[in-house]
T-cell receptor, first 118, second 114 residues
């Protein structure tokens, strides 16, 4: 399966602990996205990378959140000093390099990492 | 800011029948794309259908079709001949031309009754 993969699929942690999630995009996709989905809601955009550059961050991404994509391949999302409000599904997506004349490149989503903060 | 609203938290339909899911959106942009995504339980979200705002013709993908009303900012999804495998959360989404951020609605949970 060459789709977007995310690890771990589930994470339970205690309030105040740090957690890190990993996303492996589809090979050769140069764009990578993180979204957060709380129970009963649609996904909300967190941040976006083109290659290794983080080009856009949502105001939802507080100082406790940091995302990296060091070599333009996989990405990590770290949450420091977790709070109960951080409990959510964290979704990663990737999309290919823009081709000439195409206005939009589909974002392919991974299965998500479900975080529970106790 | 752009917003997407799905006013039906839950819908149900008998197998083999037709169901329509509603979506409205708000934007001041003229160039954008609209999507319906399907999220089965514990599985990843997949794209069902997309519509370019500049196209007047409604998009169709097999049993899935949309009714795109640009002036009314309405974008509904019709599923014909519903199958048990269609049961899922369905999200309407918007993206502005040239942007990278998808804006999603709250979702509609679709149940298929055998």
């Amino acid at each position: 399966d060459t789709g977007v993969s995310q690890n771990p699929r589930h994470k339970i942690t205690k309030r105040g602990q740090n957690v890190t999630f990993r996303c492996d995009p589809i090979s050769e996709h140069n764009r990578l996205y993180w979204y957060r989905q709380t129970l009963g809601q649609g996904p909300e955009f967190l941040t976006y990378f083109q290659n290794e550059a983080q080009l856009e961050k949502s105001r939802l991404l507080s100082d406790r959140f940091s995302a990296e994509r060091p070599k333009g391949s996989f990405s990590t999302l770290e949450i420091q000093r977790t709070e109960q409000g951080d409990s959510a599904m964290y979704l990663c997506a990737s999309s290919p390099r823009a081709s000439g004349g195409q206005g939009y490149n589909e974002q392919f989503f991974g299965p998500g990492t479900r975080l529970t903060v106790l | 800011a752009q917003t997407v609203t799905q006013s039906q938290p839950e819908m149900s339909v008998q197998e083999a029948e037709t169901v329509t899911l509603s979506c409205t959106y708000d934007t001041s942009e003229s160039d954008y794309y609209l999507f319906w995504y399907k999220q089965p339980p514990s599985r990843q979200m997949i794209l069902v259908i997309r519509q370019e705002a500049y196209k007047q013709q409604n998009a169709t993908e097999n049993r899935f079709s949309v009714n795109f009303q640009k002036a009314a900012k309405s974008f509904s999804l019709k599923i014909s001949d519903s199958q048990l495998g269609d049961a899922a959360m369905y999200f309407c989404a918007y993206i502005r031309q040239g942007a990278q951020k998808l804006v999603f609605g709250q979702g509609t949970r679709l149940t298929i009754n055998p």
